[in-house]
């Protein structure tokens, strides 16, 4: 999954645990004989006809036993790490049984558990409900269709047999496209009669792992090839012109492979597909699968190469993941069904180095410079260098409660309170170090990239997964160089850091300074998301429509008590602008008069003197003469092209 928060949204820039793990142990497998086996799944037909219009309806027949019977709806989505199951967006669900209804009812504490008796002599029941595709669901997205392009998650659209084991349990799936529509998907396709296309049956957990994009406008690039092995990049766009992507911008896509495989050494994926949308309506959102991932991106994110430069990580950060979260995955967070919960703590590994490694495949394949990675990784630090919540909270409490902080800490004082942003900003920080501590003790013959070689294990072996504890990292680790990796991460991870890594940066021949000159970064963050960040100023961000989304504590803002939700009206009397106040700024450095805002909350406007005489600060990175620059040798390119 990938988080985007604005560089200021989190009060910072860009957007965007194991071991001694004492005490609760992952639940007992599942324990039920799955009545749906290989010769007689249960079968799916998702009515996809009526996407355009916010809905489709779901057919199923789900293999059962006499007796009473319990079916279930997905709560634990791999990829979301959160119970984000979008169980309100279930309508008018029914059961039947040889075409008798079937009286049906809620269990009365697992809301997403449904009862029935089945009557002597039945051996499948027919469930249908209408899914509404864009309903209130916070995490994941809450729309997933637009008149023109829908993304088809099937766990939203299938109930299944309770407490089975999902790698053993079949189910066979259908579609029925809107008129005229293309679709893509890592699922294979065995017939196409009309608009309804039938796939093979396969585990559910597969099926779970392998979403549908469709779209009226669309179109499919082979962005690599060898043997019998693809990865596509399939783009379904609201308007036919967002598909003219540039070749410069498809040509960096098509080094994803070559420089994965640099980086990992091999795959373990026989097709890939790289889902797109690319709708203002359905907006950001990333989710990773094994052989496939699906992206979500404003109409021109392909066409306008200032998304690339903001964002151009969506797509190598969900690749990364066929390899790291998916093919290797924490042992407490990999589970039997979507019921069982995920435990979450080792999330610093599997998103954290995952942003790392994302960010690295996107400089390393071009889709951004490598020269400009300095500037990025400055902007990175001063997020996490000025954030009051690391006094308290330690980065193992983002990714222990991260179910939480993904589906609810959307409020306001994200800084204080920390965000699930921040073990994604954190983590490419603390891999980044583990990555210079390896080259400068092994005087650069070994990397992270050595480590991942041993990490992803040579072997075609298709989408299977293979699980990992905190100690088994730092065993895997100190193959590679020898070092106290477990005092390692208990300082950065378990314990409160109250500052984030900085070895890092000096090791790589750079040095962190603040100035008045834009940083590309941020610049771009703030034109994209239409924000301003004064967070190293002021000591606020502004969003869209001028209010005030966040207050750094003991900044000047804070001191003068400016609180979140505020709205700016005006800054020295003008009407307030990103300019006018950038002008203001500027002159209170020379006059050193605090500047008076007008801003207005729940009706009342108030009056509120800020003293700030600093300027403009943005962060950057410089180079420590006579040292070797090694963000330049990380970020180049790795493959042979
Ligand atoms: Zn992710």
């Given at each position: 999954?990938?988080?985007?928060?604005?560089l200021s949204?989190?009060g910072?820039a860009a957007?965007?645990?194991c071991?001694?793990?004492a005490?609760?142990?992952?639940?007992?497998?599942?324990?039920?004989l799955?009545y749906a086996?290989?010769?007689?799944?249960?079968?799916?037909?998702?009515?996809?006809?009526?996407?355009?219009?916010g809905?489709?309806?779901?057919?199923?027949?789900?293999?059962?036993?006499p007796?009473?019977?319990t079916?279930?709806?997905?709560?634990w989505?791999?990829?979301?790490?959160?119970p984000?199951?979008?169980?309100a967006?279930?309508s008018?669900?029914?059961?039947?049984?040889n075409?008798?209804?079937?009286?049906?009812?809620?269990?009365?504490v697992?809301?997403?558990?449904f009862?029935?008796?089945v009557?002597?002599?039945v051996?499948?029941i027919?469930?249908?409900?209408?899914v509404?595709?864009?309903?209130?669901?916070s995490?994941?997205?809450n729309?997933?269709?637009?008149p023109?392009?829908?993304?088809i998650s099937?766990?939203?659209?299938?109930?299944y047999?309770n407490?089975?084991?999902y790698?053993?349990y079949?189910i066979?799936?259908?579609?029925?496209?809107?008129?005229?529509?293309?679709y893509?998907?890592?699922?294979?396709?065995?017939?196409?009669?009309?608009?309804r296309?039938?796939?093979?049956?396969?585990?559910?957990?597969?099926?779970?792992d392998?979403?549908?994009?469709m779209?009226?406008?669309?179109?499919?690039?082979l962005?690599?090839?060898q043997g019998?092995?693809?990865?596509?990049?399939?783009?379904?766009?609201d308007?036919?012109q967002d598909?003219?992507?540039?070749?410069?911008i498809?040509?960096a896509?098509?080094?994803?492979?070559?420089?994965?495989?640099?980086?990992?050494?091999s795959?373990?994926?026989?097709?890939?597909?790289?889902?797109?949308?690319l709708s203002?309506?359905?907006?950001?959102e990333g989710i990773e699968h094994?052989?496939?991932?699906?992206?979500r991106a404003p109409?021109?994110?392909?066409?306008?190469?200032?998304?690339?430069?903001v964002?151009g990580?969506?797509?190598?950060?969900?690749?990364?993941?066929?390899?790291?979260?998916?093919?290797?995955?924490?042992w407490?967070?990999t589970?039997?069904?979507y019921?069982?919960?995920?435990?979450?703590?080792?999330?610093w590994?599997y998103e954290?180095?995952?942003q790392y490694?994302?960010?690295?495949?996107s400089?390393?394949?071009?889709?951004r410079k490598?020269?400009?990675y300095p500037q990025?990784?400055a902007?990175?630090y001063?997020?996490?260098?000025?954030e009051?919540?690391?006094?308290?909270?330690p980065?193992i409490?983002?990714?222990t409660?991260a179910p939480y902080?993904?589906?609810?800490?959307?409020?306001?004082y994200?800084s204080?309170?920390?965000?699930?942003g921040d073990?994604?900003?954190?983590?490419?920080?603390?891999?980044?170090?583990v990555?210079t501590?390896?080259?400068?003790k092994?005087h650069?013959?070994?990397s992270l990239?050595?480590?991942?070689?041993?990490?992803?294990?040579?072997?075609l072996?298709?989408?299977?997964?293979?699980t990992?504890?905190r100690?088994?990292?730092?065993?895997?680790?100190?193959?590679?160089?020898p070092?106290?990796?477990h005092?390692?991460?208990?300082?950065h991870?378990?314990?409160?850091?109250?500052?984030p890594?900085t070895?890092?940066?000096?090791?790589a021949?750079?040095?962190l300074?603040y100035n008045s000159?834009?940083n590309?970064f941020?610049?771009?963050?703030?034109?994209?998301?239409?924000?301003?960040?004064?967070?190293?100023t002021?000591g606020?961000?502004?969003?869209?429509?001028?209010?005030?989304?966040?207050v750094?504590?003991?900044?000047?803002a804070?001191?003068?008590?400016m609180a979140?939700?505020m709205k700016?009206?005006?800054?020295?009397?003008?009407?307030y602008?990103?300019?006018?106040?950038?002008?203001v700024?500027?002159?209170?450095?020379h006059?050193?008069?605090p500047t008076t805002?007008?801003?207005s909350?729940?009706?009342?406007?108030?009056?509120?003197?800020?003293?700030?005489f600093?300027?403009p600060?943005y962060?950057?990175l410089v180079r420590?003469?006579?040292?070797v620059?090694l963000?330049?040798?990380?970020?180049?390119?790795?493959?042979?092209?």
């Amino acid at each position: 999954m990938k988080r985007f928060l604005t560089l200021s949204c989190l009060g910072l820039a860009a957007f965007g645990l194991c071991g001694a793990y004492a005490g609760i142990i992952p639940e007992p497998n599942a324990a039920a004989l799955p009545y749906a086996t290989q010769s007689n799944p249960e079968t799916l037909v998702v009515d996809a006809s009526t996407a355009g219009r916010g809905f489709a309806t779901s057919t199923m027949h789900i293999p059962v036993r006499p007796g009473p019977f319990t079916f279930v709806y997905p709560e634990w989505i791999p990829g979301y790490h959160s119970p984000s199951g979008p169980l309100a967006d279930i309508s008018q669900l029914k059961v039947s049984a040889n075409g008798t209804p079937l009286a049906w009812r809620r269990d009365k504490v697992d809301m997403y558990a449904f009862h029935v008796d089945v009557p002597h002599g039945v051996d499948s029941i027919k469930v249908q409900f209408t899914v509404l595709l864009n309903g209130g669901q916070s995490v994941g997205g809450n729309v997933m269709s637009t008149p023109n392009v829908a993304v088809i998650s099937w766990t939203r659209m299938f109930f299944y047999q309770n407490d089975i084991n999902y790698h053993h349990y079949y189910i066979k799936p259908s579609i029925i496209l809107p008129k005229g529509w293309g679709y893509g998907t890592a699922l294979t396709t065995v017939s196409r009669v009309g608009q309804r296309v039938n796939f093979a049956e396969e585990p559910l957990t597969y099926v779970g792992d392998s979403p549908l994009d469709m779209g009226r406008y669309y179109k499919k690039v082979l962005l690599w090839h060898q043997g019998n092995a693809h990865q596509w990049l399939d783009m379904f766009a609201d308007a036919p012109q967002d598909l003219d992507v540039p070749a410069k911008i498809l040509d960096a896509y098509k080094n994803m492979t070559p420089e994965a495989l640099a980086l990992y050494g091999s795959r373990h994926w026989y097709n890939y597909h790289a889902l797109l949308t690319l709708s203002n309506k359905i907006g950001f959102e990333g989710i990773e699968h094994h052989q496939s991932s699906d992206n979500r991106a404003p109409a021109t994110f392909m066409t306008n190469p200032k998304w690339q430069l903001v964002a151009g990580d969506l797509i190598t950060h969900e690749f990364s993941h066929s390899w790291n979260g998916k093919y290797r995955r924490p042992w407490d967070l990999t589970t039997d069904n979507y019921q069982i919960p995920q435990r979450t703590d080792l999330l610093w590994v599997y998103e954290g180095m995952n942003q790392y490694l994302g960010d690295l495949l996107s400089f390393r394949c071009g889709i951004r410079k490598p020269s400009e990675y300095p500037q990025y990784l400055a902007v990175l630090y001063s997020q996490m260098a000025h954030e009051p919540g690391r006094d308290t909270t330690p980065l193992i409490d983002l990714t222990t409660g991260a179910p939480y902080y993904y589906m609810t800490a959307n409020g306001q004082y994200p800084s204080i309170r920390r965000t699930a942003g921040d073990f994604y900003t954190e983590g490419e920080l603390l891999w980044l170090d583990v990555d210079t501590i390896i080259r400068a003790k092994t005087h650069d013959r070994k990397s992270l990239d050595t480590f991942l070689h041993l990490y992803s294990e040579p072997k075609l072996t298709g989408p299977i997964t293979k699980t990992y504890t905190r100690a088994e990292i730092e065993h895997l680790l100190n193959e590679v160089v020898p070092y106290n990796w477990h005092a390692f991460f208990q300082r950065h991870v378990y314990e409160v850091a109250k500052l984030p890594p900085t070895g890092e940066i000096k090791r790589a021949g750079w040095r962190l300074v603040y100035n008045s000159k834009p940083n590309p970064f941020v610049v771009a963050d703030e034109q994209m998301f239409h924000v301003n960040s004064q967070w190293l100023t002021y000591g606020f961000d502004i969003g869209r429509g001028g209010k005030l989304t966040d207050v750094r504590e003991w900044s000047p803002a804070w001191k003068a008590a400016m609180a979140p939700g505020m709205k700016i009206e005006s800054v020295d009397g003008q009407r307030y602008t990103p300019a006018a106040l950038k002008y203001v700024m500027v002159q209170a450095e020379h006059t050193r008069q605090p500047t008076t805002f007008i801003v207005s909350k729940d009706g009342w406007f108030h009056t509120i003197e800020v003293s700030y005489f600093g300027g403009p600060r943005y962060p950057h990175l410089v180079r420590i003469p006579g040292t070797v620059n090694l963000l330049a040798k990380i970020m180049a390119p790795h493959a042979k092209h």
